[in-house]
C-alpha cells in the first residue's frame, strides 16, 4: 500500500504540483514554439511523453548498472584490476550528461522515424522543432532527477526503483503536454484579439505563462494532505484515544483524591 501511495504522490506531482514547465520553467523552447495550434500542440507532448518515458527506462537501468557507486557491472569489471572494495566506491555519475543525452536523441532519431513514416502531415507541421527534443531540457532534467533518487540517498532503500523513475517520467510527460495544449487553446484564441504590438509573439505568451504558473501554484500542498489521508492509520488513532481516555481517568482520579483529602483536613480542624 505504501509503495502504490508514493508512486500516486510522484504521478501526482509531476503531472500537477511540480509542473515541469510551470514549477521548474524547463522546456520552455518547445512551451513557445509549438504551442499555436492545439493539434500540434497535442502531438508534441505526445511524442514528448514518449521520449521521456524511453529516455527514464534506459537511464535509470544504466544509472543503476553502471553508473552510481556499486553498480554490479562497473564493480565487476574494477574488480579485474582493483580490489573489491575500491571497485565498489567507483563513481561514474560524471558520466552521465554525455549518456542521457545520448539516449535521448536516439529515442528522438526513433519518434521522427515513427511519425515521418505513419503521420506525414504532424511530421511537416512540426517542422524543425521535432529534432530538437533532443534539446528538449525537460526530459534531460527528468533522466537528471531520477540519478539523483538513485545516486544522491544516504539510504539504499530509499533508492527509486525502475516503477517510480517511470512514473515521473511519463506523468511529467502528461504534465507538458496538459500544459502546452492550454497554452495553444489560449494562443488560438488570441488570434481573434488586439494585442498591443509590444506584447504580439513570444511576448504574450510569456506573460499568460506566467499566470498560468501562479494559477498551478493552487495545487501547492495537495501532495501532503493526499499522504496524510492515505496514511490515516486506524490502530493508531484508537491507541491514542485510550491514551487520552486512560489521562483523563487518571486526571479524574487525582481530583477524587484532593476532594477527600480536602474534607479530612476540614473534619480535623474542627
Not at 504522490?9 to 509549438?34: D, E, K, R, S, T
Not at 584490476?81 to 567507483?90: H, L, R, T, V, Y
Not at 496514511?231 to 491514551?243: D, I, L, M
Request: with cysteine; aromatic share 12%.
Amino acid at each position: 500500500m505504501g509503495y502504490l501511495i508514493d508512486v500516486m504522490l510522484i504521478a501526482i506531482g509531476a503531472a500537477l504540483i511540480n509542473n515541469f514547465i510551470f514549477y521548474y520553467f524547463v522546456g520552455i523552447c518547445p512551451f513557445i514554439g509549438v504551442s499555436r495550434n492545439v493539434d500540434m500542440a497535442f502531438g508534441m507532448g505526445c511524442a514528448v511523453t514518449f521520449v521521456m518515458s524511453i529516455a527514464a527506462f534506459v537511464s535509470w537501468t544504466i544509472t543503476s548498472l553502471i553508473l552510481i557507486p556499486g553498480a554490479p557491472i562497473s564493480s565487476f569489471i574494477a574488480g579485474f584490476f582493483m580490489s573489491a572494495e575500491a571497485a565498489q566506491k567507483i563513481d561514474l555519475t560524471i558520466l552521465s550528461y554525455i549518456i542521457y543525452i545520448f539516449v535521448i536523441s536516439s529515442s528522438v532519431q526513433f519518434v521522427e522515424m515513427y511519425v515521418r513514416k505513419f503521420f506525414p502531415s504532424l511530421y511537416r507541421s512540426f517542422g524543425v522543432f521535432l529534432p530538437l527534443i533532443t534539446t528538449n531540457c525537460a526530459i534531460l532534467f527528468a533522466c537528471l532527477t531520477i540519478m539523483s533518487h538513485l545516486s544522491g540517498v544516504e539510504n539504499p532503500a530509499d533508492a527509486w526503483d525502475l516503477g517510480r523513475a517511470l512514473s515521473l517520467a511519463f506523468f511529467g510527460g502528461l504534465g507538458f503536454t496538459l500544459a502546452i495544449v492550454i497554452m495553444a487553446g489560449i494562443r488560438e484564441e488570441l488570434d481573434l484579439c488586439d494585442i498591443p504590438k509590444p506584447f504580439r509573439g513570444a511576448a504574450i505568451t510569456l506573460v499568460i505563462g506566467g499566470i498560468l504558473a501562479f494559477a498551478f501554484m493552487g495545487f501547492t500542498g495537495v501532495n501532503s494532505g493526499l499522504r496524510k489521508a492515505l496514511t490515516f492509520n486506524e490502530p493508531a488513532a484508537q491507541v491514542e484515544k485510550s491514551k487520552s481516555t486512560t489521562l483523563y481517568q487518571g486526571e479524574e482520579e487525582d481530583v477524587v483524591a484532593q476532594l477527600k483529602k480536602s474534607l479530612i483536613t476540614d473534619r480535623s480542624e474542627k
